[in-house]
């Protein structure tokens, strides 16, 4: 008696470990300005933010692939071929190759690495795949327990 309850409280810490969030508070992002609201004085703000996208795309190697979001609201994939403090020269990622571009980083509102391999649906698959080896392998545990 007391290896089935042992057996039924292990299954239970192992399937209520995965109720966890593993992904924590979500920081709320400040409201961004459309085109008609913008000034064309740059404000020290807008300074700080500059100098650190600057700092951070210097010291990406050249040849990372990255995503750049202007301040337009536009977005695209690139090449980081060059960074200075004030701008970025990125070759866009198309079907059909294009000229290198040269983008001010008073227009760059984010420049994000992109990274190989880790796709949502890529995830979800890796997440349904583990559940359902845990849920065959409590319920091979249980079998083995009651079975003798």
Same mark, same amino acid.
């Given at each position: 008696m007391f290896r089935q309850m042992l057996a039924l409280v292990l299954c239970g810490a192992i399937a209520g470990a995965g109720c966890a969030s593993a992904s924590g508070p979500r920081i709320a992002q400040a409201p961004q300005a459309t085109p008609a609201t913008q000034t064309t004085q740059a404000t020290p703000a807008a300074q700080a933010d500059n100098s650190a996208i600057a700092d951070y795309v210097q010291r990406l190697a050249p040849g990372a692939k990255v995503r750049v979001e202007r301040t337009d609201g536009t977005?695209?994939?690139a &090449?980081? +071929?060059?960074?200075?403090?004030?701008?970025?020269?990125?070759?866009?990622?198309?079907?059909?190759p294009e000229p290198a571009i040269e983008v001010p980083l008073s227009?760059?509102?984010?420049?994000? +690495?992109? &990274?190989?391999?880790?796709?949502?649906g890529r995830t979800v698959a890796i997440g349904v795949a583990t559940g359902v080896a845990a849920t065959?392998?409590? +319920?091979?545990? +249980?079998?083995a327990i009651w079975s003798d």
């Open positions: 977005s695209f994939r &090449t980081l +071929l060059k960074a200075t403090p004030e701008a970025i020269v990125v070759q866009k990622n198309t079907r059909v227009q760059v509102a984010r420049v994000t +690495l992109q &990274t190989n391999g880790s796709s949502a065959f392998g409590m +319920l091979a545990i +249980l079998a």
